[in-house]
């Protein structure tokens, strides 16, 4: 009996600890282990922190309550698939809790994140195919490990003759459990207990999927609350050429990380550009998003509405009556006698589609400009897929624009300095330097602060270079660096509004712009990307709209759709 006992309380232990150490490989904050090598610890308080390794999961030991109490009449064959579900689910709902946490510092929320992952397998199918094959593999392999283990472990359960201490360690841990969650309710913190529930957090998607569900199915029957109707109709005296360009992770990490050499960087920008009459005026703009879902943010941008997850975003980008009550800049501009163009360079993967028609409305683009387009067959560059140089890519989709007489507006994202960061070093003289089969030019790899220097100095470039004395530029980062930030970093990212209008720049220090590319007032002048959309739209209106009294109001932090 008692070699029982100890037999299936190492067992026990030791699968706890294998969910536990999961726990930590994915999301090492769960296991608060302090590093008192660096920190000047007494013995008595390296002990009391080393001890916070020692954990216990208390759905472990309820399930083997739940099993020992029903084995009588639960078959143990039917007891092992049983068992082998629970803890494939356990495993696979943990990598995915703590992937959406690392990746998007956001608390996981099935119903908001399920056609995020399925995005993200389509993409790995099509583009990664080895590594999709790799993932399978491993999903079968370990659902095949658990039947075994499981098998091994429900025949100890219910075929050893174990001592009746085994049963009160359960209970004690399963009781310690929930006198935990009772005395802290919240969802943080809750794996920094010595004991804990895995299962609460997954109590908690449910409340909040049921919460979402409910409001996802409000808001296609009875539509977003529309502030900016006024907008439909857009006359302007005056119809600048603008250039929305959203540069991908282009964060405040920058000042936090980098200071001096951004410092240095936007005073050699801002020099260039006052040297062909341009002048920018800056703020730093909060994004709905950390780390990722750059098409949310410049949604978010686009429709001055608070998009934070992909479902929102996907009624945004389905729903025609959303788009039609709730019109975007683009949208605006269109009906102000805009040609709108949208440049997306990708290579894409194949078999792998895309809807383009329903892109197309997204961004009311007249055309794309797809890789396809571009006519290039020179190195390819990119962390995210493949596509040509961004600045190669910019400077061709100008060319493409067929009326340059006619107003328009080009939208782009940068896709260069996606996240790890794989990029060109040197901005090319002649962008079309590129565009050679035998020309090979130097990549960084993995650096974040290249990544943004080569984004910018091509932008500017292309500013002096190709714009006329009328246009406006818009940069704007989509979200901060994922990886090398967390939630203590904030949302923000710069944004810089380029013009030789002055009074038009002007009329943004009303929002706490600042003038110039470097922003001294950091803590204060923020504004937010949905909140944007009223600030620039109020500023058009102003400098160039025929009817000056026309009031669209400023939501500084746009519609909320929660």
């Known amino acids: 009996m008692i070699y029982d006992t100890l037999h299936i309380t190492i067992v026990f232990l030791l699968i706890n600890y ?27 308080q390296k002990i009391l922190v080393s001890s916070r390794v020692v954990k216990f999961i208390a759905d472990w030991a309820l399930v083997c309550l739940v099993l020992l109490g029903i084995k009588s009449f639960l078959p143990s064959n039917m007891a092992t698939i049983i068992l082998q579900q629970i803890l494939f689910f356990w495993i696979a709902y943990q990598v995915y809790y703590h992937a959406i946490r690392r990746l998007y510092n956001k608390q996981p929320v099935t119903i908001l994140d399920y056609k995020l992952v399925a995005l993200a397998f389509e993409i ?8 999709f094959i790799l993932v399978i593999l491993s999903i079968i392999g370990l659902y095949v490990s658990l039947y075994f283990f499981s098998h091994y472990f429900i025949g100890l359960l219910y075929f050893s003759d174990f001592h009746f201490s085994f049963i009160i360690l359960l209970v004690t841990i399963v009781a310690l459990g929930l006198i935990s969650l009772y005395k802290r309710r919240g969802l943080n913190g809750q794996h920094n207990k010595r004991i804990f529930f895995l299962s609460y957090i997954q109590y908690h998607d449910i409340k909040q999927s049921i919460k979402i569900k409910n409001l996802l199915a409000k808001i296609k029957q ?28 282009y964060g405040k990490a920058l000042y936090d990380l980098h200071p001096e050499e951004y410092q240095k960087l936007c005073d050699e920008l801002e020099h260039k550009l006052s040297d062909k009459n341009w002048k920018v005026t800056s703020n730093l703009s909060e994004a709905p998003r950390m780390g990722g ?7 978010s941008f686009l429709y001055g509405t608070l998009i934070t997850d992909e479902s929102f975003f996907r009624i945004i980008m389905n729903e025609k009556e959303t788009i039609e009550s709730n019109i975007s800049i683009l949208h605006a501009l269109e009906k102000s006698g805009y040609d709108n163009y949208l440049l997306n360079p990708l290579t894409g993967f194949q078999d792998m589609q895309i809807k383009w028609d329903e892109i197309k409305e997204f961004f009311a683009a ?36 067929p009326n340059k007489e006619q107003p328009h507006t ?18 090319e003289d002649d962008w079309q330097k590129t565009n050679d089969p035998n020309y090979h030019f ?57 013009s030789k209008n002055h009074l038009f720049l002007k009329l943004f220090e009303d929002y706490g712009f600042e003038e110039g590319m470097w922003i001294k007032e950091r803590e204060k002048n923020n504004v937010t990307h949905p909140g944007m959309y009223y600030i620039l739209l109020r500023c058009i209106l102003e400098q160039f709209g025929k009817n000056k009294n026309i009031d669209l109001p400023y939501l500084k932090n746009g519609i909320s759709i929660k």
């Open 442 to 498: 130097e990549e960084h790899h993995k650096e974040y602060f290249p990544a943004i220097k080569y984004q910018i100095s091509f932008i500017i470039d292309f500013i002096n270079k190709k714009l006329n004395n009328d246009d406006i530029v818009i940069l704007i980062g989509d979200h901060q660096p994922p990886l090398i930030t967390n939630v203590q970093s904030g949302k923000e990212t710069p944004v810089h509004i380029i």
């Open 18 to 44: 294998v969910l536990l150490i999961l726990n930590f490989v994915v999301n090492p904050s769960n296991i608060n282990f302090i590093p008192y090598k660096r920190l000047k610890y007494n013995t008595k």
């Open 366 to 401: 007249k055309s794309i400009f797809k890789f396809s387009d571009m006519d290039y067959s020179g190195q390819l560059t990119g962390a995210m897929g493949r596509q040509p140089p961004d600045q190669y890519s910019l400077h061709k989709a100008y060319d493409l624009i």
């Open 124 to 131: 790995v199918y099509h583009g990664y195919l080895k590594y």
């Open 410 to 427: 080009l939208f782009f994202e940068t896709i260069n300095s996606h996240a790890p960061w794989k990029t060109p070093v040197t901005v």
């Open 222 to 249: 009875e539509g977003l609350p529309n502030y900016n109707k006024i907008v439909s109709e857009l006359a302007l005296e005056k119809r600048p050429n603008i250039y929305f360009i959203f540069i991908e992770s």
């Open 293 to 299: 879902g750059s098409w949310m943010c410049y949604a």
